[in-house]
């Protein structure tokens, strides 16, 4: 994960924050702890303990389940977020697939909401390739209010006889209250072996 994302989804979760917060006086407690006084320089040496296999295995144990926990909690903290940040009354969410892609491989889409660019994505092969195996990508959410909204999106990559291919579809639609969910849908149209794109509405 970069920092810099790391670092906005701690800012942005104030749980995980004061999760690490306790972590961070607990390392600073363990520092200030008095060190045991330094033997002699004529004492014997002693060798450090050596923990016995049940007591490793309970520790590897100990530190699976706390592992398990973190990206537990991380998970509920992202779902948590989500909900603040993007209400269901407010919401709208774009997804993309991909049927058949035999006269097009995606390369990058553009999203525009009311003439103003929301994403603007560029496709690995690996996850071009995710699309062509039946995976859904939601590549934008944010907040709408009610009223009539167009949503205009530009696809671009590769046509019929790996041509560079750019087309666009356009979608007016109503927003009303509750969460709005809208589909790219890139597919192939046999009968003239041409790609083609729409926008549908799950109302």
Known sequence: MPIAVFRHRVLTRPWLALLLA??????VRAQDAPQPAAAPADAPAQEAPVPAPGETRALDSEVQDLKKEVVDLNKDLFILEEELLFPAN????????????????LDSL?????????????????E????LKGGV???YVGNLKTGPHELVAFFAGKGP????????????????????????RISDRQRKAQPEFEIKDWE
Do not use: C, H, W
């Not at 407010?90 to 491989?105: K, P």
């Open 22 to 27: 306790v972590a961070l006086a607990g390392a």
């Open 90 to 105: 407010t919401q709208v969410a774009v997804f993309v697939s991909m049927d058949v892609g035999e006269f097009f491989a």
């Open 110 to 126: 553009q999203i525009k909401l009311d003439d103003k660019e929301v994403s603007n994505y560029l496709y690995t092969p690996r």
């Open 128 to 131: 071009a390739e995710a699309l």
């Open 137 to 139: 990508q939601r590549v």
């Open 161 to 184: 006889n790996a041509r560079d291919y750019r087309r666009g579809a356009t979608l007016k639609f109503e927003k009303s209250v509750g969460a709005k969910y809208l589909e790219l």
